[in-house]
């Protein structure tokens, strides 16, 4: 007699998509996802389970940069699939025993999800089932001031994020917006950026013959030089 399995499937936002509304219980109150956080950017980022050395490090990671996100016009939103008391027991942990390369005393002060449903997180892909069936994985998403998702990272259970790349795609995404460029392989604000390609013939052949604030390799491949005070002041609050 043969038997059919059934495999739950789960889906998750696309780059382009509007962020998947939702309500929930946080270490920091009930909030409203994306609605509450309109017109800032927000990161909303997973984590398999409280309690655990690498998500301890990251939560540390991200709560010591806080301030700086906050002034990058982003508020951090954390999730996992774990109750609220352990949320709670958890952070206390954090802020009274744990010490972490020169970090210790930190305190958790955005908002941790409880997700013991797993809804948001099925709602996000945040669950992939080839890597656990009930834990998160560390999944990252970036939500624009008009609550639509601009960029996702993901990364298995075992694998501790790059908070350098995470601040690095915020900025770059925020430049790209405010002066309407692209920005190259390993970009950072002061090096140059690129120009979209030209889109006719005639604009082909003027880049070409040379430009005063262009450099052209050729027609299709034109960079600039973007000032690093200027996209600071403009991106960060003062």
Request: charged fraction near 25%; charge should be negative; glycine fraction near 6%.
């Amino acid at each position: 007699m043969e038997t059919t399995q059934i495999q739950e499937t789960f889906s998750m936002p696309r780059i382009g998509d509007k962020a998947p509304e939702f309500k929930a219980v946080t270490t920091q109150g009930e909030i409203n996802f994306p609605s509450d956080y309109k017109g800032n950017w927000a990161i909303l980022f997973s984590h398999p389970a409280d309690f655990t050395p690498v998500c301890t490090s990251e939560f540390m990671t991200f709560a010591h940069l806080e301030e700086k996100f906050e002034k990058a016009n982003c508020k951090l939103v954390g999730l996992s699939v774990d109750g609220l008391y352990s949320h709670i027991a958890w952070l206390r942990t954090i802020k009274d025993k744990i010490k972490f390369k020169g970090m210790e005393n930190i305190e958790v002060k955005f908002p941790l999800i409880e997700d013991i449903t797993m809804n948001v997180a099925k709602k996000y892909g945040m669950i992939q089932p080839g890597e656990h069936k009930t834990q998160a994985v560390r999944a990252v998403f970036f939500i624009d001031p008009e609550g639509t998702v601009r960029a996702i990272i993901y990364y298995p259970l075992s694998l501790g994020r790059n908070f350098d790349e995470i601040y690095r795609a915020l900025i770059a995404m925020q430049t790209s917006d405010k002066f309407g460029v692209a920005t190259p392989a390993d970009w950072e604000p002061g090096k140059d950026v690129i120009i979209s390609p030209a889109g006719s013939c005639g604009v082909a052949e003027e880049r070409m013959q040379g430009t005063d604030d262009l450099e052209c390799e050729d027609w299709f491949f034109c960079t600039k030089k973007l000032d690093k005070d200027l996209i600071l002041d403009e991106i960060l609050k003062k």
